[in-house]
């Protein structure tokens, strides 16, 4: 049964201004830039370790399993305790839940900042990634209460996601200007101030929401969707480590899938107040859109694997420099979600999310043109092409999972939207860099005697090459950027696939639910506000 949620708005002013007027006053704008700060700074840790991590295994010495966990542990961590958290916060107020998801981001962001073995580290980011997977959910949650006109609430959501963006594209570029100063614990340092300032700041304009009936939290259905989410996350990059499936691929997916079977089973019985509401997946909107969220995180953790590579290791930037030539695809992304909130006034979702994901399968086919000697502007006009389709999708997607739900599962809507993120941006890394790895190993040569390393990755053909004679190294290298650039080849064609049957998959499923809506007698306005009537 619907229970009403407190901090909510009115439901006629969710339908894109009838009824009631709820234009925000500077309170909720001010809500909102408090709101896009933690997502900014999650976003940010996802991609800012990369840079670090030369001086912090130098620092640490991790063998290449631990350095592998100190990468991974932080995003497996963080997709599989989603759902659970957008639910908990649901049910115990989701200011509350934000609040102790900062406070504990920046202590133990210090931790990691501190951490004299890698095995430390290893435990301060899978902590990093429980309090992560409450401030997500917890913030997106919260601006659907702020914000209960829909028009508005469009606008600020664009805002919130390019924070989302703009964090994957500042981390290389932050990490680097921080490093040029101070030692590889300064990436983790930096999260410290804007985490306190929010523990003062969020209390005083940020609105408490929650349920006003919750019922009892579901212990055993957040155990089971750990195994089923962590599992699963974990094979996919094990995958794309191995360029296939190995023993513990398989491993990881069984123990996956049967932990999802038993959830479902868990679900039916009766009686229970599930952790997470599987009837909003019949719902085609919310479904669809979160397909739609997925595949554009995948064209941009794709697109940021190998482009930053390229730049440095076979143009010949420096860190700061590669960020730097990306920098206007992000401005881009941001730009295309703030006239995605205005063009949702004239166009359908389904033709947003459509051209959205053809800008991104567009950009993926520029990258197939990329040769050691092209043009860098090649790969700044991909960035800009996939940039502008991810603003323009996930702003109205995000919008549209939101209203997909009823107000009191805002925090489980919000959890799918963020799910959505995490898987997509595991694939886009698993399934790119997997199969660029794969061309890369199988088409580098190597001359007799260079050590293993060079033929993994291009990074590893750039390091031994410093050890050798500057004939053998200038063959080595130029084999190893020929193979890495055909990988880029390779992979984007892949990418380009798949983004491609999701723009159909999604597009005429979105087509088809807006289609319902007007047939049930909805306006053109409505078909996309009031999934809850359209055909399941």
């Not at 040569?445 to 990074?459: I, R, Y």
């Amino acid at each position: 049964m619907s229970r009403p949620e407190t901090g909510a708005g009115d439901a006629a002013t969710d339908r894109g201004g009838a009824g009631v007027s709820a234009r925000p006053g500077p309170r909720a704008w001010l809500a909102l830039a408090v709101l896009a700060i933690p997502t900014l700074l999650v976003s940010i840790d996802n991609t800012v370790l990369g840079v670090a991590l030369p001086e912090l295994s130098a620092a640490l010495r991790p063998d290449a399993a631990t350095l592998l966990w100190v990468v991974d542990i932080y995003p497996l961590v963080l997709a599989g305790l989603l759902v659970t958290m957008g639910t908990l916060g649901d049910r115990i107020g989701r200011r509350r839940l934000l609040m102790v998801g900062v406070a504990g981001f920046g202590a133990v962001s210090l931790l990691a900042a501190f951490a004299t073995s890698a095995a430390q580290l290893v435990a301060a980011r899978a902590l990093l990634g429980v309090f992560g997977a409450m401030l997500m959910p917890s913030t997106l949650a919260l601006l659907r209460s702020v914000f209960v006109d829909r028009t508005h609430r469009r606008l600020a959501l664009a805002i919130w996601a390019t924070g989302f963006a703009a964090g994957a594209a500042l981390g290389p570029i932050v990490g680097g200007l921080l490093l040029e100063h101070f030692w590889w614990g300064s990436i983790f340092v930096m999260s410290v101030p804007p985490m306190a300032l929010l523990l003062v700041v969020a209390p005083l304009v940020v609105p408490e929401s929650r349920e006003t009936e919750p019922g009892r939290l579901d212990l055993v259905g957040v155990l089971l969707s750990l195994l089923t989410m962590g599992p699963l996350v974990l094979a996919l990059k094990l995958a794309g480590s191995a360029g296939g499936v190995t023993p513990a691929v398989a491993g990881a997916v069984l123990v996956g899938a049967g932990s999802g079977a038993a959830f479902l089973a868990h679900y039916r019985r009766r009686g229970l107040d599930p952790l997470i509401d599987l009837e909003l997946f019949a719902r085609p909107v919310l479904r669809h859109s979160a397909l739609a969220n997925a595949t554009t995180m995948f064209g941009l953790t794709g697109l940021l694997f190998f482009s930053a590579q390229y730049l440095q290791l076979v143009v010949g930037y420096s860190p700061l420099q590669a960020g730097l030539l990306l920098l206007p695809g992000f401005v881009v992304t941001v730009v295309a979600g703030l006239a995605a909130a205005r063009l949702a006034r004239r166009f359908a979702l389904h033709q947003l999310v459509a051209t959205g994901l053809a800008l991104v399968l567009t950009g993926y086919v520029v990258c197939l043109f990329l040769q050691v000697d092209s043009a860098v502007v090649l790969l700044m006009s991909a960035a800009v092409l996939i940039g502008a389709g991810i603003g323009l999708s996930e702003t109205v997607t995000n919008d549209a999972i939101l209203a997909a739900a009823p107000p009191e599962r805002a925090g489980a809507a919000a959890a799918v939207s963020e799910t959505a993120y995490e898987v997509g941006a595991v694939l886009g890394t698993a399934l790119v860099g997997g199969v660029l790895s794969a061309v890369y190993r199988a088409g580098v040569v190597l001359p007799d005697g260079t050590a293993p390393s060079a033929g993994e990755t291009l990074g590893g053909a750039a390091d031994v090459a410093t050890t050798m004679p500057a004939d053998t190294a200038a063959a080595l290298l130029v084999s190893a950027r020929e193979a890495f650039v055909h990988g880029v080849d390779v992979a984007s064609g892949v990418a380009a696939v798949v983004v491609a049957v999701v723009l159909v998959t999604a597009g005429a499923g979105l087509r088809r639910a807006h289609r319902d809506v007007l047939a049930a007698g909805a306006s053109a306005v409505d078909a996309d506000v009031e999934p809850a009537v359209s055909r399941r």
